[in-house]
């Protein structure tokens, strides 16, 4: 599994470091206002464990999970909503983790739904953004690294389901997906 990777971006040193720093900063930020932290599954599932571990104030937390229609290294337009939350959110802090923005699509979607359902507010806390492949406008609040314009795999992050369990993020040698 590692022979496919072209080069490792973020170690799982790296990833603690800033799930850290950004743990400090929503707890400051969420004092008093008993969020709800969602985890979009499945990518996001061990950036959710890292930075729940370094909220130091009352959270609730949750799980979503939603797909990209198509399954490749490109996502094809809207969402799927595969399981939705468990409890109501009209009126709650929403805080959404995720572990990459890409196009964007996904996260558009994801805000427009919660604002549609009433919340009293939606932030973004994302492991990686991927700036230069934008095509939907969203905001990220919360930034752990910004990255290249290259498909990553591993923390979380798949290619056809495989990878997720790496214990970094890499970038996928192209001849990989490319024989797809
Ligand atoms: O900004 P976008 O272009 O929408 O891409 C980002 C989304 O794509 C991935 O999810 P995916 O739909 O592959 O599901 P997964 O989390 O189960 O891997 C990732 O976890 C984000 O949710
Ligand atoms: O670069 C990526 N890697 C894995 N999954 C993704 N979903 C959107 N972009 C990516």
């Given at each position: 599994m590692n022979s496919d990777i072209k080069e490792v971006l973020y170690t799982r040193e790296d990833i603690k470091n800033i799930a850290e720093k950004i743990g400090s900063q929503l707890t400051k930020d969420y004092a008093g206002k008993n969020p709800l932290v969602i985890c979009v599954l499945k990518g996001a599932f061990l950036f959710m464990a890292d930075v729940v571990r370094e909220i130091k104030t009352y959270a609730e937390i949750d799980f979503m999970d939603v797909s990209s229609y198509g399954d490749g290294t490109e996502s094809t337009g809207e969402i799927k909503i595969i399981k939705d939350l468990d409890v109501p959110v009209e009126g709650r802090n929403i805080l959404i983790v995720e572990d990459i923005i890409d196009t964007g699509r996904t996260l558009n979607c994801l805000v427009a739904l919660f604002e549609h359902r009433k919340v009293a507010s939606v932030k973004i806390c994302t492991?990686?953004?991927?700036?230069?492949?934008?095509e939907k406008t969203v905001k990220p609040d919360y930034v752990g690294f910004k990255v290249p314009n290259e498909f990553v795999v591993g923390y979380g992050l798949d290619y056809q389901g495989f990878?997720?369990?790496?214990p970094y993020v890499g970038i996928l040698k192209p001849e990989i997906y490319k024989n797809n």
């Open positions: 492991l990686l953004d991927k700036p230069d492949r934008r990878y997720r369990n790496l």
